[in-house]
């Protein structure tokens, strides 16, 4: 009512902000008759003149910046190097600011030539408002456009214009198909203007491949891929434009921060991105982290043991589910039940830790998760998770702490192992390193809020191009979920008689089923799009708008695919022809153009009785929790002016409505009389469902920054670690920085044994002994000759043989192999030590909660354990260099294997469990073994306690690259 009221008096931001734009748009209007009169030479010539321009006027700056990059490679004081980082940034600024005011100066004539390139290459002009989103987009803000209105061409103008500063510019999509898509459609246009387009693709199995730039000359094998040379994934990010996905721009990166040799990584600085489907991304998505993960070795039999454990588990009985919160927990007669079947007397004594975990993620599995919701078993050999916003399959993501292997071992399919923790960022992090960001989608304004404070984004409303007519019917609310499928099967069957197209959208694979076999038993066979088949969803979808179609989708979200009221004449040629045998790579183009012209006759004509029908009509059986999804499903009909219509169906046994509010609406029912099959239909129960999703929605909020807040942590010692292994692979000479290192150790162990102040409290002999497990020692330095010595003078002999002792270390070995060893013992250790301390975040993060009992904060004491733990890692990490480079032997490394990368997502809610710097169950064992510690001396420590915290390391050999690695998210 205050928004209202605002508006009314200080008038609609939106509308403001537009009247700001009309004067550019006019402006790009006006250059419009002398774009049409340049030649195709004059628009590569005008390119190379803008960036010529921009790289003219920034010739200054830049090669200050290059300066300053270099110094701070060779400075080795802390202070200087931290001076530097501080002007670097400083600089960097300045650039991209200077740049941004160029480019806003060259808007206007840039986009001209962007709108007359399109329309000269495929077909389409630039309307006014896709010019509005186009500026919006280049001025680092979410331009909200209803479906329809062409996002992927809106995102041509800034892409072109940013692109011109030379640093690359990104377009982020939530799947492959939309990437591969909109870089060949896109492509003539940019081909065009002079500027070269590459794509990422997903390509698990090896990174290396997936890549390619668009090439009209290139004749593919697979017509799906026509014009997409494969090249080598660092040229698709050299090109001046990238499509990809944010899973695959992100791995990217974590790749990046991974490798072993600056010749490895693929990516350039991150310096402007536009983020389709920005609500997807940035919100939906934003919930779970990247993370690279290589294997462990854990059991699989303790997953199946647990899973029969619960089986016999009665909810009520023996455990407790809490729905809103996704949680559950056993009673105590649940507990007495399992500590029987497992013969113990308290399954949560220190003993019997390890349990907990198995016990906890087995009835997750059994309560929370469902089959063909949750996830689907593919062969009875794999689950595969179902995202909740797309129904897509997310094919090799798994769920996180053991929940993946716990369902696996529910539903009897091979169970993996888990996984350990090599490198993680979220979302929010990952985008926001970008210098400059955009997103566009048709549904952002519900959640202007979030992206305000999280990314700093601001959402404009961007007008349609022609009004909206589409008719949005008020909710049709019934009491159970059969009365609510048996009026939507009516509904279906009585337009299909008409033959006006309907769009069913159901929230799971299993709802999507059972309708559709309810239509098949009254004679409707319809095309069903959920996550079994995501490989044919574009072409379902595109054809969803042909006379008498039934479509059921699984949720909507990030589809990226127009329906076109009378089908798609491209879709239809294109499946024609395949009927026909017609090989599709090589087929004529006098055949293409002749299919394509009975196509598009045959739409034309349906598409003229689809209208007269009333359009496209839209049902959605369920209302998701949030706004957006629902409206992203409205917003497949009515576009383009259009007419369309959408109706909501719900009923008081649906998720929403058991959670939020459907109590009060079935007590009415009750008091009314109201009987199953009759609805209530009104305005105020769209409100109450409306305000219960809004609940939802500030409660999801909540989640998605305490995980960012929690990652802002992990963020800043992120930044430094991967500066410090940057720092290792450009830094030709590291000899000077380890040697610092290695004085810094001498004095530790001076200030260790020889404290005191007279000579009677020192310990020599446990300096010679400390010593001499850190580098040789000549038999002239001696416990018997330190003692006519003074402090000053035992550490200046100390130093004198460290040198000596590297020297000759360095001629054993000859310069070039020393440089080599150096470099690999650097980053052996950094990259161990800084897995093994995710680790331990993990593990102080799953308990941290527990603090609030205490009445402290968890986050306020996470961040202060998370900085001591981050400094004791900075001091290990030192102190194992300076050690290991005086012990570390290079061995010829077996050839690596094809890296296996499987995103994971993380549990909803992940159990509590112990927290603090204990020692790891699959950490090297202490006692200097070689084996891991739960194979060693773990049970002998139980015995006797909890594991040490923090007990000694044992010491590690760099020898090569690391070990396979898998992908989680």
Same mark, same amino acid.
């Given at each position: 009512?205050?928004?209202?009221?605002?508006?009314?008096?200080?008038?609609?931001?939106?509308?403001?902000?537009?009247?700001?734009?009309?004067?550019?748009?006019?402006?790009?209007?006006?250059?419009?008759?002398?774009?049409?009169?340049?030649?195709?030479?004059?628009?590569?010539?005008?390119?190379?003149?803008?960036?010529?321009?921009?790289?003219?006027?920034?010739?200054e700056?830049?090669?200050?910046?290059?300066?300053?990059?270099?110094?701070?490679?060779?400075?080795?004081?802390?202070?200087?190097?931290?001076?530097?980082?501080?002007?670097?940034k400083?600089?960097?600024?300045?650039?991209?600011?200077?740049?941004?005011?160029?480019?806003?100066?060259?808007?206007?004539?840039?986009?001209?030539?962007?709108?007359?390139?399109?329309?000269r290459?495929?077909?389409?002009?630039?309307?006014?408002?896709?010019?509005?989103?186009?500026?919006?987009?280049?001025?680092?803000?979410?331009?909200?456009?209803?479906?329809?209105?062409?996002?992927?061409?809106?995102?041509?103008?800034?892409?072109?214009?940013?692109?011109?500063?030379?640093?690359?510019?990104?377009?982020?999509?939530p799947n492959? $198909?939309?990437?591969?898509?909109?870089?060949?459609?896109?492509?003539?246009?940019y081909?065009?203007?002079?500027?070269?387009?590459?794509?990422?693709?997903?390509?698990?199995?090896d990174?290396?491949?997936?890549?390619?730039?668009?090439?009209?000359?290139?004749?593919?094998?697979?017509?799906?891929?026509q014009?997409?040379?494969?090249?080598?994934?660092?040229?698709a990010?050299?090109?001046?434009?990238?499509?990809?996905?944010?899973?695959?721009?992100?791995?990217?990166?974590?790749?990046?921060?991974?490798?072993?040799?600056?010749?490895?990584?693929?990516?350039?600085?991150?310096? $402007?991105?536009?983020?389709?489907?920005?609500?997807?991304?940035l919100?939906?998505?934003?919930?779970?982290?990247?993370?690279?993960?290589?294997?462990?070795?854990?059991s699989?039999?303790? $997953?199946?043991?647990?899973?029969?454990?619960?089986?016999?588990?009665?909810?009520?009985?023996?455990?407790?589910?809490?729905?809103?919160?996704?949680?559950?927990?056993?009673?105590?007669?649940?507990?007495?039940?399992?500590?029987?079947?497992?013969?113990?007397?308290?399954?949560?004594?220190?003993?019997?830790?390890?349990l907990t975990?198995?016990?906890?993620?087995?009835?997750k599995?059994?309560?929370?998760?469902?089959?063909?919701?949750?996830?689907?078993?593919?062969?009875?050999?794999?689950?595969?998770?179902?995202?909740?916003?797309t &129904?897509?399959?997310?094919?090799?993501?798994?769920?996180?702490? !053991?929940?993946?292997?716990?369902?696996?071992?529910?539903?009897?399919?091979?169970?993996?192992?888990?996984?350990?923790?090599?490198?993680t960022?979220?979302?929010?992090?990952y985008?926001?390193?970008?210098?400059?960001?955009?997103?566009?989608?048709?549904?952002?304004?519900?959640?202007?809020?979030?992206?305000?404070?999280?990314?700093?984004?601001?959402?404009?409303v961007?007008?349609?191009?022609?009004?909206?007519?589409?008719?949005?019917?008020?909710?049709?609310?019934?009491?159970?979920?059969?009365?609510?499928?048996?009026?939507?099967?009516?509904?279906?069957?009585?337009?299909?008689?008409?033959?006006?197209?309907?769009?069913?959208?159901?929230l799971?694979?299993?709802?999507?089923?059972?309708?559709?076999?309810?239509?098949?038993?009254?004679?409707?066979?319809?095309?069903v799009?959920?996550?079994?088949?995501?490989?044919?969803?574009? !072409?379902?979808?595109?054809?969803?708008?042909?006379?008498?179609?039934?479509?059921?989708?699984?949720?909507?979200?990030?589809?990226?695919?127009?329906?076109?009221?009378? !089908?798609?004449?491209?879709?239809?040629?294109?499946?024609?022809?395949?009927?026909? !045998?017609?090989?599709?790579?090589?087929?004529?183009?006098?055949?293409?153009?002749?299919?394509?012209?009975?196509?598009?006759?045959?739409?034309?004509?349906?598409?003229?009785?689809?209208v007269?029908?009333?359009?496209?009509?839209?049902? &959605?059986?369920?209302?998701?929790?949030?706004?957006?999804?629902?409206?992203?499903?409205?917003?497949?009909?009515?576009?383009?002016?259009?007419?369309?219509?959408?109706r909501?169906?719900?009923?008081?046994?649906?998720?929403?409505?058991?959670?939020? &509010?459907?109590?009060?609406?079935?007590?009415?029912?009750?008091?009314?009389?109201?009987?199953?099959?009759?609805?209530?239909?009104?305005?105020?129960?769209?409100?109450?469902?409306?305000?219960?999703?809004?609940?939802?929605?500030?409660?999801?909020?909540?989640?998605?920054?305490?995980?960012?807040?929690?990652?802002?942590?992990?963020n800043?010692?992120?930044?430094?670690? $991967?500066?410090?292994?940057?720092?290792?692979?450009?830094?030709?000479?590291?000899?000077?920085?380890?040697?610092?290192?290695?004085?810094?150790?001498v004095?530790?162990?001076?200030?260790?044994?020889?404290?005191?102040?007279?000579?009677?409290?020192?310990?020599?002999?446990?300096?010679?002994?400390?010593?001499?497990?850190?580098?040789?020692?000549?038999?002239?330095?001696?416990?018997?000759?330190?003692?006519?010595?003074?402090?000053?003078?035992?550490?200046?002999?100390?130093?004198?043989?460290?040198?000596?002792?590297?020297?000759?270390?360095?001629?054993q070995?000859?310069?070039?192999?020393?440089?080599?060893?150096?470099?690999?013992?650097?980053?052996?250790?950094? %990259?161990?030590?800084?897995?093994?301390?995710?680790?331990?975040? %993990?593990?102080?993060?799953?308990?941290?909660?527990?603090?609030?009992?205490?009445?402290?904060?968890?986050?306020?004491?996470?961040?202060?354990?998370?900085h001591?733990?981050?400094?004791?890692?900075?001091?290990?990490?030192?102190?194992?260099?300076?050690?290991?480079?005086?012990?570390?032997?290079?061995?010829?490394?077996?050839?690596?294997?094809?890296r296996?990368?499987?995103?994971?997502v993380?549990?909803?809610?992940?159990?509590?469990?112990?927290s603090?710097?204990?020692?790891?169950?699959? %950490?090297p064992?202490?006692?200097?073994?070689?084996?891991?510690?739960?194979?060693?001396?773990?049970?002998?420590?139980?015995? &006797?306690?909890?594991?040490?915290?923090?007990?000694?390391?044992?010491?590690?050999?760099?020898?090569?690259a690391?070990?396979?690695?898998?992908?989680?998210?």
């Open positions: 009512m205050l928004k209202t009221l605002l508006t009314r008096l200080a008038g609609d931001p939106y509308v403001r902000e537009l009247s700001r734009l009309r004067p550019i748009v006019d402006a790009i209007n006006s250059l419009e008759p002398e774009m049409q009169r340049r030649s195709p030479q004059e628009f590569r010539a005008l390119t190379e003149s803008f960036r010529r321009r921009i790289a003219e006027a920034t010739a700056r830049r090669e200050r910046l290059a300066d300053l990059r270099e110094q701070r490679l060779r400075a080795l004081d802390i202070d200087e190097r931290n001076r530097l980082d501080e002007e670097i400083a600089q960097e600024k300045a650039l991209a600011a200077q740049e941004n005011a160029i480019l806003d100066e060259i808007l206007p004539e840039a986009f001209a030539a962007v709108r007359e390139a399109a329309r290459t495929i077909g389409l002009r630039h309307f006014d408002v896709q010019l509005i989103g186009g500026i919006v987009l280049h001025q680092g803000k979410i331009a909200e456009m209803k479906t329809g209105e062409g996002k992927t061409l809106v995102a041509t103008l800034p892409l072109y214009l940013n692109a011109l500063a030379g640093h690359g510019a990104h377009l982020v999509t492959d $198909y939309l990437s591969k898509v909109g870089a060949q459609w896109m492509g003539p246009v081909h065009y203007l002079g500027l070269t387009v590459g794509v990422i693709q997903s390509a698990a199995a990174p290396s491949l997936g890549s390619f730039v668009y090439d009209p000359d290139y004749q593919a094998a697979d017509d799906r891929y014009h997409l040379r494969p090249v080598p994934r660092a040229e990010y050299a090109a001046d434009i990238t499509y990809g996905t944010n899973n695959e721009f992100g791995f990217d990166y974590l790749r990046d921060n991974m490798v072993w040799d600056l010749s490895q990584q693929v990516q350039r600085e991150l310096h $402007y991105a536009i983020v389709d489907e920005v609500d997807n991304i919100i939906d998505e934003a919930r779970t982290p990247l993370i690279i993960s290589g294997p462990a070795e854990e699989a039999a303790e $997953y199946r043991r647990f899973a029969r454990l619960v089986e016999n588990l009665r909810e009520g009985e023996d455990y407790t589910v809490d729905e809103k919160m996704r949680s559950v927990a056993l009673t105590d007669q649940g507990i007495e039940k399992i500590e029987r079947a497992l013969g113990i007397e308290n399954i949560y004594a220190p003993g019997h830790y390890e975990s198995y016990l906890e993620n087995a009835l599995a059994k309560a929370l998760f469902r089959r063909d919701r949750d996830y689907i078993v593919r062969d009875n050999r794999e689950v595969i998770i179902v995202d909740e916003f &129904g897509r399959l997310m094919f090799g993501r798994r769920y996180s702490e !053991g929940l993946h292997q716990a369902i696996e071992a529910k539903e009897g399919v091979p169970v993996q192992r888990e996984s350990l923790t090599l490198a960022i979220t979302f929010q992090n985008f926001r390193m970008y210098r400059k960001l955009a997103g566009m989608t048709g549904t952002a304004a519900t959640e202007a809020e979030e992206f305000s404070k999280i990314y700093n984004l601001d959402v404009v961007i007008p349609t191009h022609k009004p909206m007519i589409r008719v949005d019917h008020p909710d049709l609310v019934y009491k159970t979920e059969a009365a609510k499928f048996r009026a939507v099967v009516d509904e279906i069957v009585q337009l299909h008689r008409r033959g006006q197209p309907v769009l069913v959208g159901t799971s694979i299993e709802k999507s089923e059972v309708l559709a076999d309810m239509l098949k038993r009254r004679g409707i066979t319809p095309q799009l959920n996550a079994k088949q995501h490989e044919r969803e574009a !072409g379902i979808i595109a054809q969803a708008g042909r006379p008498g179609a039934v479509t059921i989708a699984t949720n909507m979200a990030g589809r990226g695919v127009d329906i076109l009221l009378g !089908g798609n004449p491209e879709g239809m040629a294109r499946e024609q022809l395949r009927r026909q !045998g017609v090989d599709l790579t090589t087929v004529s183009r006098e055949v293409w153009e002749q299919a394509l012209a009975e196509a598009r006759e045959v739409a034309e004509r349906d598409r003229e009785r689809v007269s029908l009333g359009g496209l009509h839209v049902i &959605g059986t369920e209302r998701h929790e949030a706004r957006r999804i629902d409206n992203q499903l409205r917003g497949r009909s009515g576009r383009q002016g259009d007419p369309g219509s959408s909501f169906y719900v009923s008081l046994e649906d998720d929403l409505m058991r959670r939020f &509010g459907g109590q009060s609406i079935a007590g009415i029912m009750d008091r009314l009389g109201v009987e199953e099959d009759v609805p209530i239909e009104h305005r105020l129960v769209s409100r109450a469902i409306e305000n219960a999703q809004v609940k939802v929605e500030g409660y999801n909020f909540d989640l998605r920054k305490h995980v960012l807040e929690y990652d802002d942590v992990v800043q010692q992120r930044e430094i670690i $991967y500066g410090q292994r940057r720092l290792i692979l450009s830094e030709a000479e590291l000899r000077p920085i380890i040697e610092e290192m290695i004085d810094e150790q004095e530790i162990l001076l200030n260790t044994y020889t404290a005191g102040e007279h000579r009677d409290d020192w310990d020599l002999t446990g300096l010679h002994a400390a010593v001499r497990q850190f580098f040789p020692l000549p038999p002239s330095q001696s416990p018997a000759v330190w003692s006519r010595l003074s402090r000053e003078e035992i550490g200046e002999a100390l130093h004198q043989a460290a040198r000596r002792a590297y020297d000759e270390r360095e001629a070995l000859g310069p070039e192999t020393m440089r080599q060893l150096e470099r690999l013992v650097m980053l052996h250790t950094v %990259d161990n030590l800084w897995v093994r301390h995710l680790t331990a975040l %993990d593990e102080l993060r799953e308990g941290i909660g527990l603090r609030a009992y205490g009445q402290r904060d968890p986050l306020v004491e996470y961040k202060r354990e998370a001591d733990m981050f400094s004791e890692l900075t001091d290990t990490i030192r102190r194992e260099i300076a050690h290991g480079i005086y012990r570390a032997q290079l061995v010829r490394a077996e050839p690596m294997r094809r296996e990368m499987h995103p994971n993380a549990s909803e809610a992940p159990a509590p469990r112990r603090g710097a204990r020692l790891g169950r699959n %950490d064992c202490p006692c200097g073994s070689g084996r891991k510690y739960k194979n060693c001396c773990l049970r002998k420590d139980q015995k &006797g306690g909890a594991a040490p915290a923090g007990a000694g390391q044992a010491a590690r050999k760099a020898q090569g690391p070990e396979n690695r898998q992908r989680h998210r």
